[in-house]
């Protein structure tokens, strides 16, 4: 029995053209060609007819989920018979990358190792990857020697390259650095990033054209056995970030001529990494989401290339902008317009207050939203609390605050630097109690996310929560008890948990849990980078008022964005509001 868990599809073997090999072209020991050798310029007119691509999806319970062959950790579909296509389960790690094995007569080239560092049976990938090569050349009457396996990159993002370790000082593999002057050096660009470099695999000749802009390491692959062009997170059925907009729009008008150039304005596919569209007509799977019954097909193809191209040089602002089959959305926008949404903004105040301390307490607060203007903003801050004038007795339940009118945006631009509330004991439009006047200063953003009513919007699927250390115990002194792996605390960690609001009506509501971190995993290897607000989600619970944390209850929470997978168990110690959209203005059990 096979030890690796992949799933493989396969379909009627048409025969194809490899494309001319270069063969005046000077290359180096790995296939690369020469920096200034005018005789290796990329060309590939090869009509290479498209194939079928059928993506596998995970289970709609990822937390009962474990690796099967008909659910495996890496789903494996073959697409040609030199060319598999590779896909991380989302129930590994949300991001479900997609990475790409060429295999040619010297060469084997993998695009991206995905976004989970640990080599288990969780995450067997070295193990998937050099089965395939073995079946490969097996099948040739070759042994494992005579094929040098190159691991590289579309670019240098951790969902890319998590799994990198586990090729590292293998035989028989190189393994591309992740750095702008580690790839420039291996791909040998002279003009970066104006002029494209190809590698030979033997028999199969690839193109690689510089694209920076959603990450200054990007990269796009044109093969022309199969006539694919792999475009990374450059291009594919999701939220294309942009992390640098003109860099991008050059990039993209640069991709587009090179490809209408060097392949005949012919193209078979353009692959990226992700799914992130459903196959409704701009709609999108929230981010983290695990579970995408519906979601769009992985292939685009050159004409849709095109109406990026266009779309990208039609903004003459960034700004955030659906497709029917991706979603342009920057990261580097402007500032939101000043004095907008102004308002009285309440806010909970989460951590232990003193009204009787003089000084600056620390304390999160939370934006209570609507799913209306000028309240439409999901908002998390840091903040320092200061005692004005103490009027009530001491708080048993949770805090809340009606501060002075005033503007929301200049509160997300960070450019209100403080401001006098109200204090609370309890929901201040809901029969809370006065305990005094305060000032809240020292403020920081932590998270904003607009409420929107986009038709079509999906729901998160799972329960999900950001989660804030205890104020009384910042970050910095979690990371210095760290245990001696260096990994986590020693002492469990208490924080207060906020549901993330997605699709209206939806919910607000906060708690409080203690994590126990010798119950995090897998095997102990608990958070490498503590940040504030990371999310978690609760794992076996769905999204509803009805299935939110309650006191008492034990939970497994899985942090959304990690490469590690961790879990960890945790206590729930206290159950605060439950608020009910779209107007969050009645408890959740009243509702």
């Not at 060429?102 to 993998?110: F, N, S, V, Y």
């Not at 094929?147 to 590292?168: E, P």
Request: some cysteine.
């Amino acid at each position: 029995a096979s030890r690796i868990l992949a799933f493989v599809l396969l379909f009627v073997v048409v025969s194809t053209s490899k494309g001319p090999p270069i063969s005046s072209c000077e290359r180096d020991e790995n296939g690369v060609a020469g920096p200034s050798d005018s005789s290796c310029q990329y060309s590939c007119c090869e009509r290479v007819p498209a194939r079928p691509i059928t993506v596998p999806k995970p289970t709609a319970d990822c937390a009962k989920w474990t690796p099967s062959a008909e659910d495996p950790a890496i789903f494996v579909e073959m697409y040609g018979p030199d060319t598999y296509i590779l896909r991380e389960n989302k129930c590994i790690h949300y991001e479900g990358t997609f990475m790409y094995l060429l295999l040619g007569d010297q060469r084997a080239l993998l695009l991206d190792t995905g976004a989970t560092t640990t080599h288990t049976s969780l995450y067997p990938l070295r193990d998937v990857v050099e089965e395939l090569i073995s079946k490969w050349l097996l099948q040739q009457g070759r042994e494992r020697p005579s094929l040098t396996l190159i691991v590289a990159h579309t670019h240098s993002h951790q969902d890319h390259i998590s799994g990198d370790g586990q090729f590292l000082h293998q035989p028989f593999t190189t393994v591309v650095g992740t750095d702008l002057s580690s790839l420039k050096s291996f791909w040998r660009f002279s003009d970066w990033p104006h002029v494209a470099s190809s590698i030979d695999l033997g028999g199969r000749v690839l193109g690689v054209l510089p694209i920076p802009g959603h990450h200054p390491t990007s990269l796009s692959f044109h093969d022309c056995q199969t006539n694919v062009l792999f475009t990374g997170d450059s291009f594919y059925p999701g939220r294309l970030y942009v992390t640098n907009m003109s860099d991008n729009v050059a990039s993209i008008t640069r991709l587009v001529e090179w490809v209408q150039n060097a392949t005949c304005d012919s193209v078979s596919h353009v692959l990226g990494q992700h799914i992130e569209m459903s196959d409704a007509p701009g709609v999108d799977y929230p981010i983290g989401a695990n579970w995408q019954p519906k979601e769009h097909t992985l292939p685009l193809s050159l004409n849709q290339l095109l109406e990026l191209k266009n779309a990208l040089k039609d903004q003459t602002t960034p700004h955030w902008e659906p497709l029917d089959d991706f979603i342009i959305d920057p990261k580097d926008l402007p500032p939101l317009p000043a004095g907008g949404r102004v308002g009285g903004h309440g806010m909970y105040v989460m951590g232990t207050i003193n009204l009787r301390a003089k000084g600056k307490q620390a304390v999160y607060l939370s934006h209570i939203p609507m799913y209306r203007g000028p309240h439409d903003y999901q908002l998390l801050l840091e903040a320092k609390l200061t005692i004005l004038e103490a009027t009530g007795a001491p708080c048993s339940t949770i805090f809340t605050i009606d501060p002075e009118v005033m503007s929301l945006n200049d509160l997300i631009n960070e450019d209100i630097s403080s401001f006098d509330a109200t204090l609370f004991c309890g929901n201040f439009e809901n029969g809370g109690a006065v305990l005094g006047n305060v000032t809240l200063s020292s403020l920081s953003v932590l998270s904003a996310e607009q409420l929107t009513t986009t038709p079509g919007q999906l729901p998160l699927h799972s329960l999900r929560y950001y989660a804030l250390p205890d104020p009384t115990t910042p970050f910095s002194t979690l990371a210095r008890q760290a245990s001696p792996s260096g990994r986590f605390p020693i002492a469990p960690w208490t924080f207060y948990l906020d549901h993330h609001i997605r699709k209206s009506p939806d919910f607000y509501h906060l708690a409080k849990v203690v994590v126990d971190t010798g119950a995090c995993g897998p095997a102990g290897s608990g958070i490498e980078t503590l940040t504030p607000a990371m999310e978690w989600r609760v794992m076996g619970a769905t999204n509803a008022p009805s299935a939110r944390v309650k006191r008492g209850q034990t939970l497994l929470l899985d942090l959304v964005d990690d490469p590690q997978r961790t879990q960890c168990v945790a206590t729930v110690v206290e159950d605060y509001d439950c608020l009910i959209g779209p107007d969050f203005g009645d408890f959740c059990d009243a509702a």
